[in-house]
């Protein structure tokens, strides 16, 4: 990947001092942020609108102490947030060695999850990640936000009110009772050697419902995978005790609404 220039200008003071002088690369893969690589000394440079990754810089600082995330150089908010921090060594799970053997992939990414699932989540930082999912869903349907394309046809959810009316009757139930990642995705876990190395991405975490990364693994899986035939296997080896079928089915509905 070629570099791309970033001007020393655009960037906090604060920083300049932290950054190698070579130009970084681009590794942006959405409009709200945009992420820069070093990878000569295997630094991350994420910038977003202000007060956007307060809670990313936490919760990496967070699994962090529990060996599972990047190291937090530095935060600096701002009209401009600025996150700086260590690449978790490894590759992502859409690399192409780890889509080759998929059910391998599906075991490992099942029992990194209930791994995670398992872990004290004490002194975490953000401990109301369920009330602020049911509150993000309520304003974006109030806003008319919904993209039922996210959908496989298996959810058999065909319209913005169907989708509605699963969401409210059901998230009134979820608890706040487990450590999540929030986006559980094939590119935000990381392993070396088949082993796990850690998450990124991990804005959306904190403490809230599994089922909201079960929904994700399971989507993840079937869009990288190009198929659902590993659902029953990843349930299976995550542990169908932890498992509330029908609340999949609830944030499936919610997640519609962005």
Known sequence: MPPTTLPLNTIPTSLHSLLPT??????????EAKVYYFPESALYLKSAPGGTLQNEAAM???????????????????ETDWLLTRAVPGESCIHQSLLADPRRLCDILAQSLRMLHSLDYAHCPITNRTET???????NYRAGCCDLRLLPDHWCISSREE???????????????????????????LLRDWQLTGFIDL??????????????????????????????????????????PEKLRVVAAAEVFG
């Not at 070579?22 to 409009?31: G, K, L, N």
Request: hydrophobic share 30%; with cysteine; glycine share 10%.
């Open 22 to 31: 070579t130009q970084p690369q681009d590794r942006s893969s959405s409009p």
């Open 60 to 78: 990496d600082s967070y699994f962090h102490q529990k060996g599972l995330g990047p190291e937090v150089v530095s935060y600096v908010p701002g």
């Open 133 to 139: 999912y049911r509150r993000s869903v309520r304003e």
């Open 163 to 189: 989708a509605w009316q699963i969401a409210e009757r059901g998230l009134p139930y979820f608890r706040q009772d487990t450590l999540i990642h929030g986006d559980y995705c094939l590119p935000n876990i």
């Open 203 to 244: 804005g959306f975490g904190g403490v809230g419902d599994r089922h909201v990364d079960l929904f994700w693994g399971l989507w993840s899986l079937e869009f990288n995978l190009k198929t659902n035939a590993y659902t029953r296997r990843f349930l299976d080896v995550y542990g169908r005790d932890w498992v509330e």
